[in-house]
C-alpha cells in the first residue's frame, strides 16, 4: 500500500455512529457464522463481528448519480421493509426515490457458513433508462466499535478488484458479482466518495489508500450488462485476505444457496419455540415470531450472553467515547430475556444464560452493572436487583424441569453467594432499575425479597437449614418494612387524589440510616445538574412490582391508591391506547424540540411499561384488559415489528423523523421489551402472571409468616421496636455484643453466630421487655479485639 495516492483531509471529521432506530435485525440461526447485522432507513447499518458486543462498520448503502442528479438511497427514498419469510430475519428492502426517478430492491441476510453479509440488489430506472444512471456502494469502517484510526483501501485479492479496511485487528473486504467501474476511498467529510459524487466530481480512482482515520470505501457498479442486478458480499476476517477469501466464497456459491439454507435454519429454531400465537390471529404469529426472532438474534451461541439491544441510543450524534452503546450485557435484562426464553419453550437458552452468570458472577457474589461478552467491566455501579435476578433465574428453570433437581447443587455455590452479598449490602440500592438513583426502591425490594425466599429453599434442599431460617427471616423483616421505606402518606398528590398515600418512585435513604419520603432525591438527565424533588413526590409504575413478584395482592388497598397516582401522573392516552412514563420528571429522552438525548432532555413513552401494566391486570383478574393493552403494546413496533424502547409523546416533527406514537431515538429494538412480549402471551395463555415466583405469593399474600426479629445495623440503626418483637443485631464481623435492660446494673455478653454468608447476628431477648423499656448496647469487636467505644440504646415501644 506504500505506493498508492493518499487522499486529502486526514484524519476525517469525527467519527459517528448512525441512527438507533432500527427496522431490521438479524443472523444466520447457527453457531458456525458468527455475524449479525442491522438496517435503518433502507440500508444495511452496524455490522457485529466476529462477537455481538463489537460493531464494524457505521453503515453501507448506495447513492444514486446521472447527469445534474445526486440521490442517496438512505436520505432521499421512500423506504419499505419484510421478512422474506415469517420468523426469518432475512429481509427485503425496497427504496423508491421520492422523485420517482428510480426504485433499489435489495435482499439482505447473512451467510450461515460464514462471516459474510450478502446483499442482492435490483436497480429500476423508473424514468429514463438504466444506462443513465450511476449506482455507487457507499462503506464506513467503524471496525472493533471505532470509527478512528481505520485503514481503507483499493486493492485485489486473486486477480479480483475489491475494497478493503483494517484496524485493531479486525479486516473487512467487499466483493462484487459486476465489475467496479470505479474505485476510491477517503476521509470522511473532506475527501470520501460521497462528498466527490455530490460535487459532480465522480469517484477519484487516484485515492488509492486512506490510512489512520475516519475512512470511507466507495465503489460505482457496472450494471449496463446485468439488468440491474448484482451481489455484494461484505466479508470479515483477522486478515485481509481471510475476509477477502470468505466474501468470494459467498460470492462464487451465491445468493439463492446460502439464503435457502439460512431460511432452513430459522424454520428449524422458530419451531423449537412453543405455539403461543392466536391461531385465528395471523398477525399475532407474525409478532410473536418477530419476538422470538429478536431473541434468538440477540444470544451469543458461544456463552449463552444476550446484549441488550444492536444499537445504539441516538447513535447518529455519539462518537467513539461511546463504545459499548446498548451492545453489552446488563444481568437484569438478560435474565428478563432468558424469562422470554423460557416462555417461549427454550429450556436449553434460558440455562446458558444461568451457566454464563455463573462464569462472571463477581467473587463477592454480586453481578457488575454491565460488560462485554468476556465480563469485562463497562460501567461498575452496583443494581441491586441484578444480583437478585438471577437467583430467580435458576428457581425458574428447577420449576420449569430445565433443571434437575439432582443438578441443582451445581448452582448452590451462585445462589449462596449472591444471597450473601443481597442481605449485606441491600435492602438499599445504589443504583435502580432505571440506573440513576439509590434508596429503597420498590422495583429492587421485590426483587431483593424473592430472591431471598429462593435462596432460602435452595439452601434447606443443600441441609443448610440454619442459612435457610435467617435468609427467610431477612426476607420476612424486609417485606414488613416495605411500607415504611416507600409508601408516602399526607402528600399534596394524595390530598388531590383523594387517597391516603402511594409507593413512591424511590424511598429516601440516609447515611445514618434514616428512611422515609421527605428526603431529596436526585433527578438526573435534566438540564439542571442539580434538580432535586422529596421523595415523596416521585412516582413510578416501579410499584407494580410488588405484585409482579409476589409480594403483594393486586387488590391490595394501598396498591389501589398507588395506580390511581401512576395514572394520574403518568398514563398517557394515544391512539393505540395507554402508555407510561418511567416516572415523573425523567429526563431521559430527547428535548423538547426533538434534539436528541446528550446527557439530559424529557423522558418519553415506554412500551415496556404497558407490558407490565399488561401483566398487573392479568394479576387483577382482568385478563380481557391485558389483552387490550397487549394490543396497544405491540402497536409501538416499528414497521418491520421491533419493539422500541421509547415512543414519541408530542407533536410530529417530521425533520427529526419523530411521530407522535411511533418509536423515538433510543434503542430499538428493546430486546427486554419483546422478552415481556412473549412472557406476556405466555402469561394470558395460561391465565397466570407466568414469571411470578410461588414462593413470595404463598407466603405473603396467601398466607401471613410469624414477625421476624427486627435488625439493628451500624448502617441503619433503629431506636425502637414494637413491644414483643425480638431484636436482632447483625454486624459484617465477628462481635461479642454487650447488653443490658436495666441500665447496665445486670449486664449480659453475647456472642455473636455466623450465619454462612458473611454476616454475624445476634438475637436480644427483647420480647419479654415492657413497654418503656430501655435495652442499651455495645460490642466487642472480636477479631480486632477492640470495643466499639459508644453505647447504643433501643426503646419498647407500645
Not at 85 to 93: M, S
Not at 240 to 258: D, N, Y
Not at 591 to 619: K, M, V
Amino acid at each position: 500500500m506504500t505506493d498508492q495516492t493518499v487522499p486529502p483531509g486526514a484524519p476525517g471529521i469525527p467519527p459517528r455512529w448512525t441512527s438507533s432506530a432500527k427496522s431490521a435485525v438479524g443472523t444466520a440461526a447457527g453457531p458456525e457464522s458468527r455475524i449479525w447485522f442491522t438496517i435503518s432507513h433502507g440500508i444495511l447499518n452496524e455490522v457485529y463481528t466476529p462477537r455481538l458486543d463489537t460493531a464494524c462498520i457505521r453503515d453501507f448503502g448506495f447513492i444514486v448519480t446521472a447527469k445534474d442528479y445526486f440521490s442517496e438511497e438512505k436520505r432521499d427514498a421512500d423506504h419499505t421493509v419484510v421478512l422474506i419469510e415469517d420468523g426469518v430475519p432475512a429481509f427485503r428492502l425496497v427504496n423508491t426515490s421520492r422523485d420517482g426517478r428510480y426504485r433499489i430492491t435489495k435482499s439482505v441476510f447473512s451467510d450461515p457458513d460464514r462471516e459474510v453479509v450478502l446483499q442482492q440488489l435490483c436497480f429500476e430506472a423508473l424514468m429514463g433508462e438504466l444506462s443513465d444512471y450511476r449506482v455507487h456502494a457507499l462503506i464506513a469502517p467503524h471496525l472493533v466499535n471505532a470509527g478512528a484510526g481505520n485503514t481503507a483501501w483499493v486493492g485485489d485479492f486473486k486477480g479480483r478488484p475489491m475494497l478493503f479496511a483494517e484496524a485493531r485487528g479486525t479486516s473487512l473486504a467487499i466483493a462484487s458479482s459486476v465489475p467496479w467501474t470505479a474505485r476510491s476511498v477517503g476521509y470522511v467529510g473532506t475527501s470520501d466518495g460521497w462528498r466527490t459524487l455530490k460535487r459532480g466530481e465522480g469517484l477519484k480512482p487516484e485515492y488509492r489508500c486512506a490510512p489512520n482515520g475516519n475512512v470511507a470505501l466507495s465503489g460505482t457498479l457496472d450494471l449496463a450488462n446485468s439488468n440491474g442486478q448484482a451481489l455484494l458480499t461484505m466479508g470479515f476476517g483477522a486478515q485481509p485476505e481471510e475476509a477477502a477469501f470468505r466474501a468470494v466464497l459467498s460470492l462464487q456459491q451465491g445468493a439463492a444457496s446460502a439464503l435457502k439454507k439460512y431460511i432452513a435454519g430459522w424454520r428449524n429454531l422458530q419451531n423449537l419455540f412453543l405455539p403461543l400465537d392466536e391461531p385465528r390471529d395471523p398477525r399475532q404469529l407474525n409478532r410473536y415470531r418477530i419476538s422470538t426472532a429478536v431473541l434468538a438474534s440477540h444470544r451469543d451461541d458461544a456463552s449463552g450472553a444476550i446484549i441488550a439491544s444492536l444499537s445504539i441510543p441516538w447513535g447518529f450524534r455519539k462518537g467513539d467515547d461511546d463504545l459499548g452503546g446498548y451492545h453489552l450485557v446488563w444481568p437484569r435484562d438478560l435474565v428478563e430475556t432468558a424469562g422470554g426464553f423460557l416462555a417461549a419453550g427454550a429450556d436449553a437458552a434460558a440455562k446458558s444464560v444461568l451457566d454464563y452468570l455463573m462464569a462472571v458472577q463477581e467473587a463477592d457474589g454480586h453481578w457488575l452493572q454491565n460488560s462485554w461478552l468476556d465480563g469485562r467491566p463497562y460501567w461498575k455501579g452496583v443494581q441491586m436487583d441484578e444480583t437478585a435476578f438471577p437467583i430467580l433465574l435458576y428457581d425458574m428453570l428447577l420449576r420449569a424441569g430445565a433443571i434437575e433437581r439432582s443438578d441443582a447443587k451445581h448452582y448452590a455455590p451462585l445462589i449462596e453467594a449472591a444471597a450473601g452479598y443481597i442481605v449485606r449490602a441491600g435492602p438499599t440500592t445504589q443504583q435502580d432499575r432505571w440506573e440513576e438513583d439509590g434508596g429503597y426502591s420498590p422495583f429492587t425490594l421485590a426483587v431483593e425479597i424473592a430472591a431471598l425466599l429462593v435462596a432460602a429453599d435452595a439452601m434447606e434442599a443443600m441441609g443448610k437449614s440454619a442459612m435457610a431460617k435467617y435468609l427467610r427471616e431477612t426476607a420476612d423483616h424486609w417485606n414488613e418494612q416495605i411500607d415504611g421505606w416507600t409508601y408516602a402518606t399526607d402528600t399534596e398528590l394524595s390530598r388531590q387524589l383523594g387517597i391516603d398515600g402511594y409507593y413512591m418512585r424511590i424511598g429516601f435513604a440516609g447515611s445514618d440510616g434514616a428512611f422515609g419520603s421527605r428526603g431529596l432525591i436526585p433527578i438526573r438527565n435534566r438540564p439542571d445538574g442539580n434538580e432535586a424533588l422529596e421523595a415523596g413526590l416521585l412516582v413510578s409504575p416501579d410499584a407494580l412490582a410488588y405484585v409482579r413478584f409476589g409480594l403483594r395482592a393486586a387488590d391490595d388497598p394501598r396498591i389501589l391508591n398507588t395506580v390511581t397516582a401512576i395514572d394520574a401522573l403518568l398514563r398517557r392516552e394515544l391512539p393505540a391506547g395507554p402508555y407510561w412514563y418511567r416516572y415523573n420528571d425523567d429526563g431521559y429522552g430527547e428535548h423538547a424540540d426533538g434534539a436528541p438525548f446528550n446527557g439530559s432532555g424529557i423522558g418519553r413513552l415506554w412500551p415496556l411499561l404497558t407490558g407490565e401494566r399488561a401483566h398487573y391486570e392479568l394479576a387483577a383478574g382482568r385478563p380481557e384488559e391485558a389483552r387490550r393493552l397487549l394490543a396497544t403494546f405491540e402497536a409501538s413496533a416499528s414497521i418491520g415489528g421491533l419493539l422500541p424502547e421509547q415512543i414519541w409523546d408530542s407533536a410530529d416533527i417530521p425533520e427529526r423523523e419523530l411521530f407522535l406514537g411511533r418509536p423515538s431515538g433510543s434503542a430499538m429494538p428493546l430486546v427486554w421489551a419483546h422478552a415481556e412480549h412473549v412472557k406476556l402471551l405466555r402469561s394470558l395463555r395460561e391465565g397466570a402472571v407466568f414469571d411470578m415466583p410461588p414462593q413470595t405469593y404463598a407466603r405473603y399474600v396467601k398466607s401471613a409468616p410469624q414477625p421476624a426479629p427486627i435488625v439493628w445495623r451500624m448502617a441503619s440503626k433503629i431506636g425502637r421496636i414494637a413491644v414483643g418483637r425480638i431484636l436482632r443485631l447483625e454486624f459484617l464481623e465477628p462481635a461479642s455484643v454487650h447488653w443490658s435492660s436495666d441500665n447496665w446494673v445486670i449486664t449480659t455478653d453475647s456472642e455473636c453466630r455466623a450465619t454462612g454468608v458473611r454476616t454475624f447476628i445476634c438475637d436480644l431477648p427483647t420480647q419479654s421487655l415492657a413497654a418503656g423499656s430501655q435495652l442499651r448496647f455495645t460490642m466487642l469487636w472480636t477479631q480486632q479485639g477492640k470495643w466499639e467505644g459508644t453505647d447504643f440504646m433501643v426503646v419498647v415501644g407500645e
